[in-house]
């Protein structure tokens, strides 16, 4: 069964760090795109980040730029969203979402078009508050 599952969300403190993690069944990760997205209560749901299937390159939104990184670890089959200094406005249900093309992903980043987009993760919730 080819599946995505995210992990590690929870609350925090604003300032505070949380390591998110997307792994992988069924197929092997390191040949996908992989992006980030996340829906705050209300609000559309947005890109955050996005690794490229080829290169490793990675894009972050304007948002979370400074303070998020995308990496992956092949061995672990899993691709995390390190993420830093955290806002209350980055409160929110983090999701991760796989496709082989580069393409894809990148239109659902710039453009919110989430078609194309082969696997879905079922989400991790994030609550940045004191």
């Known amino acids: 069964q080819v599946q995505l599952v995210e992990s590690g969300g929870g609350l925090v403190q604003p300032g505070g760090s949380l390591r998110l993690s997307c792994a992988a069944s069924?197929?092997?990760?390191?040949?996908?795109?992989i992006g980030w997205f996340r829906q705050a209560p209300g609000k559309e749901r947005e890109g955050v980040s996005c690794?490229?299937?080829?290169?490793?390159?990675?894009y972050y939104a304007d948002s979370v730029k400074g303070r998020f990184t995308m990496f992956r670890d092949n061995a672990k089959n899993t691709v995390y969203l390190q993420m830093s200094n955290l806002k209350p406005e980055d409160t929110a249900n983090y999701y991760c979402?796989?496709?082989?093309?580069?393409?894809?992903?990148?239109?659902?980043?710039?453009?919110?078009?989430?078609?194309?987009?082969?696997?879905w993760g079922q989400g991790t919730l994030v609550t940045v508050s004191s």
């Open positions: 069924g197929f092997t990760l390191d040949s996908y795109a």
């Open positions: 690794i490229s299937s080829s290169d490793g390159s990675t």
């Open positions: 979402a796989a496709d082989d093309s580069d393409i894809n992903v990148i239109t659902a980043i710039h453009d919110k078009d989430y078609r194309y987009l082969e696997v």
